[in-house]
C-alpha cells in the first residue's frame, strides 16, 4: 500500500527521495518523511499530508547535503495519522520505514516495555526499530537475523544503522522492494515506478533475504548467509509512460490507453491472426489434462474480470468455473486438488489476498495459472504458469486498463484450451479470436463517446446513490461498473441483477434515482427492457447503454448511450470503456481527486 525508496550514491539523496516519493504517490497515503546521513548523523523530516508538503518542509530546513537515505509515504494502519506516527522511525540506532502490517506487535511491545525501552508512537513500526535495536550489538545482518524469528506478519523494510553512514539494508516478507545498481547509485523501492529513471534493468528482493546496498553494489544474501545472485528483469517501458502525457489525470489517461493495451496483450498470442498461441508464455496444451473445476480467485476488478471469464470458460470449456473473493476463500476450507486449476488474477501481482489464495493452491498441488501485470511479482514468480498482461504502468488507484487486458486473457484461455478439449472446432475458435481482435477498433470508437458522456455525468454529480442492472455479462459487468463509481465519486452505488429487482432491490428505487441499465445481450434483451420499465414506471432516471443500433422506445431511457456494434459477448470491453467514463467524468464534476481516492491504495498488500 505505502511507498517505499531508498538511495545511497553519488547524487543529493533528499532529491531522489522525494521525486521517489512523488512517484510512488498513487499507492495512496497520508504522511510522508525521509531520513538521511549528514555528517554521520541521522537527519529526519516528515509531515502529515502531501509530498508536496514535505517538499515545502524539507525546503525550509537546514542546508544539509547527503547522498544515502530512505523516503517513505504511510498509510495509517496502527496509530492515527500524525507527524510522530509518520515513518521513518528511529530507536536507538536504528531508522526503519515499513510497508505492511506486523501482527504480533503487541507482544513485542509489552516485552520492549520490560527492557526498558518505551516507543513515542502508536505504530508497529517503531516496535520493529526498537527489536532490531535491542539486538544491535554493531553487526546489522546479525541483527536484523534475530528479529525476523519474532517477527509476524508481512513487512518490507528499509534499514538505515548510525554506525554505518552509507549503507541501507533491506528485507521483505510478503510485501514488495524492487532494487537497481546504476551509475548513480544503488536504488530500491516498493514499485519500479521509483526505479525506472534510473535504470530499466531491476531485479525482486526474494522474501527472508537481506539486500546490503552501497554505492558501489548491492549484495543479496538468505538468512543463513548465501550469497544470492538475484535474476535480473527488463522493463519494456520508459519513464514517461509512468508520467500523465497531457491529460488532466492519470484515469483518463489509462482509460486512453486501453486499445493499445489490449492490442499488446491479444496480438502476440495470436499465431497468423487466427488461433491463440501461448508458446511463448509457456504455457503447456496439456494444462487441462485431468482438470475438473476451474476456480478463480482475485480481489476487486479483478475479482470483477473473473467473473466475465466464468461466463467465457463454462460455455466453452464445459467446467464448472467458480469465482471467489480471495480475501475469503483460504478461510473457507475450499476443495482443491491436483484436479483442479487456479487462477488468480491481479494487477500488481503482490495482492496479499489473492497471494495466500495462490499458496494455499500449492500446497494441494493444484495446478495454478495467475495473470498479472507486473514481471518478477510475487504472484508470478509462484504460480506454476503466467500470463502477462502488457498493460504497461498503471498509476491511478482505479483500475481501467488492467481490466480490459485481464479480460481479454482470460477470454484467449477459453477459446485456445476449448480448441484442445475438442469442445469448439478450429473454425469457431478462428471465429472467436477475429471476434477478439475486434474489439481494438471498437473500443477505439467508443472513446469517441468521452465528450457525451462527460454531459451526460453532469446529472450524476449531486447524487448519494445509483444503481447498476443488468444480465448475463451485463451483470458481471455492472459489478464493477459500481465499483468504479463508488472508488471515484464516493456515491453509493450497488449492482443487481435486472430479475432481482422485484425481490427487495425496487423497493429502492425511487422518483429521480439514476439507474444505469446495461442491455447488450440479445438472448436477454426483451427481458432486460422489462426491467428497465419496471424502474422507469417509478420515475427512475434512466442511463441506457446497448451494443449497436437498437430500436429502443425512447420513453424508458433519459440517455442511450450506443456502442459500437460487436458480437454479444464482445461487448463487455467496450460497455467498460463507457462505465470507467462515467465515473471519470462524475468524480471530476464533483471536484474530487480521481486518481487518489480518499481511503484507497493501489496495491493491497496486506490483508
Known sequence: ???????????????????????????GYDSAGIAFFHNDTINTIKTTGKVSSLIDKVAISADVSSTCGIGHTRWATHGGVSDTNSHPHTFGKVTLIHNGIIENYHELEMEMAALGKF??????????????????????????????????????????????????????????????HAKEGSVIASDMVALIKYSREYFVLPELHIARLTKENITVTDLNDNVFTPKMLYVNWDVTAAQKGGYPHYMLKEIHEQPESLRSTIMPRVKNKQLPDFTADGIPDRIFDGINRIIIAACGTAMHAGLVGRVMMEKLLRIPVTVEIASEFRYQDPIIDKNTLLITISQSGETADT?????????????????????????ARESDYVLYTHAGPEIAVASTKAYTAQLSCLYLIAYHFALIRGTITEAQCITYTKQLQSVIPAVEKTLNLAEDINKICINLADKEDLFFIGRGLDYALSCEGSIKLKEVSYIHSEAYAAGELKHGTLSLVTEGIPVIALATQTKVYNKMISNIREVRARNAFVILITNGDCKVDASIFDYHITLPELADNMAPFTAAVVLQLLAY??????GLNVDQPRNLAKSVTVE
Open 119 to 180: 516507543p513515542v508512537s502508536q505504530t508497529d513500526t517503531e516496535i520493529a526499530a526498537t527489536l532490531i535495536d535491542s539486538y544491535y550489538e554493531g553487526d546489522a545482518i546479525t541483527a536484523i537475523k534475530k528479529a525476523v524469528v519474532r517477527l509476524e506478519g508481512a513487512y518490507a523494510f528499509c534499514i538505515l544503522f548510525a554506525d554505518e553512514p552509507e549503507v541501507i539494508y533491506c528485507l521483505r516478507n510478503g510485501s514488495p522492494l524492487v532494487a537497481c
Open 1 to 27: 500500500m505505502c511507498g517505499i525508496i531508498g538511495f545511497t550514491g553519488y547524487l543529493e539523496t533528499k532529491n531522489v527521495l522525494l521525486e521517489g516519493l512523488a512517484a510512488l504517490e498513487y499507492r
Open 585 to 590: 467524468y462524475t468524480s471530476v464534476h464533483r
Open 355 to 379: 497471494l495466500a489464495a495462490l499458496r494455499l493452491a500449492n500446497e494441494h498441488q493444484a495446478t495454478t495459472l495467475s495473470i498479472v501485470n507486473v514481471k518478477g511479482s510475487s504472484i
